[in-house]
């Protein structure tokens, strides 16, 4: 993200979504959007709801893969996350630690 990018107030969000949910229609198009989620979501999303997104990453066994923390720190660099948002609760302390680890003081926290 450039500094005219910050400037602006662009935020980049990074949506942990261990069910299929349109986060694209609650989350505003004016934001970036990055969308992990679990491999078995796949067959409920299709491209039109893909293109929404600016990166999407599917992975086996989303709840319990620790690539899921791995991959947001990779790409951090590329996206500059501004926010992690969730909607399992057993994704809390999984995005508490995230937010953690990106330096992220929006959001819950450990």
């Not at 198009?29 to 893909?50: C, G």
């Not at 926010?83 to 819950?108: N, W």
Request: glycine share 4%.
């Amino acid at each position: 993200m450039s500094s005219t990018d910050e400037a602006a107030g662009s935020k980049c969000i990074l949506v942990l979504a261990t069910y299929a949910f349109p986060f694209h229609e609650w989350i505003s198009s004016k934001n970036r959007r990055v969308l992990f989620t679990d491999t078995t979501n796949k067959k409920h999303m299709d491209a039109p709801v893909i293109k929404k997104f600016e990166h999407v990453e599917f992975f086996d066994s989303f709840s319990t893969s620790g690539l899921v923390e791995l991959r947001a720190l990779e790409l951090q660099s590329k996206f500059r996350f501004t926010h992690v948002v969730f909607q399992a609760e057993q994704d809390v302390i999984r995005a508490a630690r995230i937010r953690q680890s990106l330096g992220l003081t929006s959001g819950q926290s450990l």
